[in-house]
């Protein structure tokens, strides 16, 4: 391989590594989206979930996070877990491409808790199309912007209130699949946000993105949880700094690059290069550091050592 090629396809990696981190800018940025009310309608409410979310995510410093409680990461298990054994009435034209589909669903169940069941209908239009939206009780909230995959769940995110939210599955402009998140208080329906499939939950409101956690690492830890509040998906850091210097058992393919000291900028070393790809299988590896900023939680950049005192960079496939 030439050296043209290889740049070429290191600044292409570095691109994709650029684009994933705006892809989180946008997954976790305040959804502080335009909310229209239609005059004509004054029952329908325009929402636009990756509009407007340029800004990065609020991360609350350290002095801000002593008032919250911190939660035990043993209480954060898959999202599915809390779906409700509820399936929806969906149609749509299966001779056409998935891209092409509009996804026809009818349902009722008790969204606000007040023990009525609410009558849900919903348009979820494939690939950007205009025109989906979520009705409930005929409140309706127009979705201006979504790649839906056609699976809807009902969904408890928080124990503590009496609602029941709607969770709609958003395949994201690249197979990057998150869940939107969506409430009626018995007068109108509201985005409350959304965050990656592979994010786990507490069921009291609580969620930890999968990019904020160690998928490889046995045991598990994180970088940051959070919270929606606002229209916001608020984080709050979780210190990292205790890990360091602890071994861990790795599985899974990643990526290492070979360095006998610490890297100042990590990023200058990471190749995507298939020479630095590793496999590993119970592999013991000691954490040196761990690269993550007040800012970007993003836990896949770590200096380690590896059983046989190899030191070097290690990272994984982060993203699709
Ligand atoms: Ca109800
Ligand atoms: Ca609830």
Same mark, same amino acid.
């Given at each position: 391989?030439s050296?043209?090629?290889?740049?070429?396809?290191?600044?292409?990696?570095?691109?994709?590594?650029?684009?994933?981190n705006?892809?989180?800018?946008?997954?976790?940025?305040?959804?502080?989206?335009?909310?229209?009310?239609?005059?004509t309608?004054? $029952?329908? %409410?325009?929402?636009?979930? /990756? @509009?407007?979310?340029i *800004? &990065?995510? $609020?991360? %609350?410093?350290?002095?801000? /996070? @002593?008032?919250?409680? *911190? &939660?035990?990461?043993?209480?954060?298990?898959?999202?599915? @877990?809390?779906?409700?054994?509820y399936?929806?009435?969906?149609?749509?034209?299966?001779?056409?491409?998935?891209?092409?589909?509009?996804?026809?669903?009818?349902?009722?169940?008790?969204?606000?808790?007040?023990?009525?069941?609410?009558?849900i209908?919903?348009?979820?239009?494939?690939?950007y199309?205009?025109?989906?939206?979520?009705?409930?009780?005929?409140?309706?909230?127009?979705?201006?912007?979504?790649?839906?995959?056609?699976?809807?769940?009902?969904?408890?995110?928080n124990n503590?209130?009496?609602?029941?939210?709607?969770?709609?599955?958003?395949?994201g402009?690249s197979?990057?699949?998150?869940?939107?998140?969506?409430?009626?208080?018995?007068?109108?329906v509201?985005?409350?946000?959304?965050?990656?499939?592979?994010?786990?939950?507490?069921g009291?409101?609580?969620?930890?993105?999968?990019f904020?956690?160690?998928?490889?690492?046995?045991?598990?830890?994180?970088?940051?949880?959070?919270?929606?509040?606002?229209?916001?998906?608020?984080?709050?850091?979780?210190?990292?700094?205790?890990?360091?210097?602890?071994?861990?058992?790795?599985?899974?393919?990643?990526?290492?690059?070979?360095?006998?000291?610490?890297?100042?900028?990590?990023?200058?070393?990471?190749?995507?290069?298939?020479?630095?790809?590793?496999?590993?299988?119970e592999?013991?590896?000691?954490?040196?550091d761990?690269?993550?900023?007040?800012?970007?939680?993003?836990?896949?950049?770590?200096?380690?050592?590896?059983?046989?005192?190899?030191?070097?960079?290690?990272?994984?496939?982060?993203?699709?």
């Amino acid at each position: 391989m030439s050296n043209d090629f290889n740049k070429r396809r290191k600044s292409k990696r570095v691109l994709l590594f650029l684009s994933i981190n705006l892809l989180l800018l946008f997954l976790f940025s305040g959804c502080d989206m335009e909310k229209t009310r239609d005059d004509t309608d004054g $029952k329908q %409410i325009t929402v636009n979930p /990756t @509009e407007a979310l340029i *800004e &990065p995510s $609020k991360a %609350i410093g350290s002095d801000e /996070t @002593e008032n919250r409680v *911190e &939660p035990k990461f043993e209480d954060f298990i898959i999202m599915e @877990e809390f779906f409700k054994d509820y399936t929806f009435d969906i149609s749509y034209d299966e001779k056409l491409e998935f891209y092409e589909r509009t996804y026809t669903i009818q349902g009722a169940y008790d969204m606000n808790g007040d023990g009525e069941d609410d009558k849900i209908d919903a348009l979820l239009k494939a690939d950007y199309q205009e025109g989906s939206y979520i009705e409930v009780n005929g409140n309706r909230l127009v979705i201006d912007y979504c790649n839906p995959s056609g699976e809807i769940q009902m969904i408890d995110l928080n124990n503590k209130d009496s609602f029941t939210e709607i969770a709609v599955f958003d395949n994201g402009p690249s197979a990057d699949p998150t869940l939107m998140f969506f409430r009626y208080d018995g007068s109108e329906v509201s985005f409350l946000g959304s965050i990656d499939q592979y994010a786990l939950m507490d069921g009291q409101g609580r969620f930890i993105s999968s990019f904020h956690l160690t998928q490889y690492f046995n045991p598990q830890f994180f970088s940051a949880w959070g919270e929606f509040e606002d229209g916001e998906y608020v984080l709050t850091n979780h210190d990292v700094e205790q890990y360091i210097g602890k071994t861990f058992d790795v599985n899974g393919a990643g990526f290492f690059e070979p360095l006998d000291t610490m890297p100042e900028n990590y990023l200058e070393h990471i190749t995507w290069d298939s020479e630095a790809k590793r496999e590993f299988k119970e592999v013991q590896v000691k954490i040196l550091d761990i690269y993550v900023s007040e800012f970007d939680r993003t836990l896949n950049w770590f200096f380690v050592q590896l059983p046989d005192g190899e030191k070097g960079l290690l990272y994984f496939w982060i993203g699709d």
